[in-house]
């Protein structure tokens, strides 16, 4: 994710926000009297404190009533008094490590499966066909972090950014043996001259070939929080909307040498940028230093997908190298070509939290916990490379698959 583009969501979010504060979602005042402890420490109908100056600040993150009060050390409270400790105030943080898998894309071949076909070798049929897939990409385990800051007021509203970082998956595979890869060639480059009839066609078989995979998730959203009343049983409810930006980098390269094509070289890459509002709720309640929570998320986006493609195709050949097979020449040189597209799909995301933190001291927690995530509209690069013959290409009807992610996460929480 490019820092200019990042710097572009915060700024768009940041007018969200701060039409937002102008409309009347924020900028409440803080209730006379208030009781950080227990739950029932306020008077439910107290006048709020007068403004501050003449009139209300325009501004969209300006908490109000509480104070900042660094306690990292005193004890945890866990009295049960008034239906227990009253749900936190003031600035929060949060980080944790995830440990997640991320799902396989569509299984597809290495190479043209229009190209696969059928020869006649003295009077036997031999089906010439690619000997290579994606097989061997699947769901494994990858880390990565996730960073959460906000607010949240006497008035039992504030704000929330969390931000996903770097969670990526690598895989990999190299074939040592002989391994056939087709191309469709409407040009007859891997066509014997002179041309017979029927054609003979000579399949490119690599001594060795080297496939990679490179899938990396990021995102930032913020959330606008409204708490509510407690509810039965001391449960807390806070209430969540907002925007959210994700991004998934999915990069697959194919390294190949020896045969017709030696050297060869594909790398296909494709971003998914989703953005779009998004609700979500976070139910929480506390017993004794137990805090267990669980939250979910949906947002309503756009996948902004581009592709990328670079091809070097024969490098080892020159532009007057002769191919000879069985006493016949190919019609072949080197092959270089580059391809781009872009394209967008409807992109729905849901998300589910469940989590348990421990309180060591007041305003410290350690955490466990489950996150799973599911994505719709996403493109993924190793079904969409086209190998067609000289200038490749990104193959359309693959930009709608879905994507989970899901997975355990370890952290800890100040103030949460």
């Given at each position: ?9 915060l700024l768009v979010v940041g ?113 010439v066909t690619n000997s290579l ?284």
């Open positions: 994710m490019s820092i200019k583009r990042i710097i572009s969501w007018a969200v926000a701060l039409a937002g504060r102008a409309w009347g979602f924020g900028g409440e005042q803080p209730p006379q009297n208030y009781d950080n402890h227990y739950a029932l420490g306020n008077a439910p109908f107290s006048e709020a404190a007068p403004p501050s100056g003449t009139g209300a600040e325009i501004q969209p993150f300006g908490p109000v009533g509480f104070d900042v009060q660094a306690q990292p050390f005193a004890p945890a409270e866990i009295s049960d008094y008034g239906n227990g400790p009253k749900p936190k105030t003031g600035f929060f943080f949060s980080y944790e490590y995830l440990e997640w898998t991320i799902s396989r894309p569509f299984a597809s071949r290495i190479g043209a499966a229009s190209a696969e076909m059928t020869e006649n070798s003295n009077g036997v049929p031999v089906d897939n994606t097989d061997f990409l699947y769901s494994r385990f990858c880390g990565g972090d996730r960073w959460e800051a906000g607010y949240m007021d006497t008035n039992d509203t504030g704000w929330m950014t969390s931000v996903i970082s770097h969670v990526t998956q690598t895989q990999h595979a190299t074939y040592l043996t002989g391994s056939t890869v087709l191309f469709n060639d409407p040009d007859n480059f891997l066509t014997l001259l002179p041309i017979s009839s029927p054609p003979v066609v000579v399949p490119p078989i690599f001594t060795e070939v080297d496939v990679r995979n490179r899938t990396v998730l990021n995102g930032i959203e913020l959330m606008r929080m409204y708490r509510t009343s407690q509810l039965h049983y001391g449960g807390q409810l806070e209430l969540l909307a907002g925007v959210r930006f994700f991004q998934i980098e999915d990069d697959f390269t194919i390294g190949a040498v020896g045969g017709v094509l030696d050297s060869t070289y594909i790398d296909n890459r494709v971003q998914n940028d989703m953005v779009g509002p998004q609700l979500g709720a976070r139910w929480y309640r506390q017993r004794g230093r137990w805090i267990t929570s669980a939250e979910g998320r949906f947002m309503a986006g756009v996948d902004f997908q581009n592709f990328h493609e670079n091809s070097t195709l024969a490098s080892n050949g020159g532009p007057t190298t002769v191919v000879t097979v069985d006493g016949a020449t190919l019609n072949l040189r080197p092959m270089t070509a580059q391809n781009s597209l872009s394209q967008s799909e409807f992109a729905p995301l849901g998300e589910l939290r469940l989590q348990a933190a421990y309180e060591i001291t007041r305003s410290v927690a350690i955490k466990v916990g489950y996150t799973a995530i599911y994505m719709g509209g996403i493109a993924r690069a190793s079904n969409t490379v086209d190998y067609t013959l000289p200038n490749m290409g990104i193959r359309n009807g693959f930009s709608d698959q879905t994507l989970f992610a899901q997975g355990l996460t370890i952290g800890f929480e100040i103030n949460r």
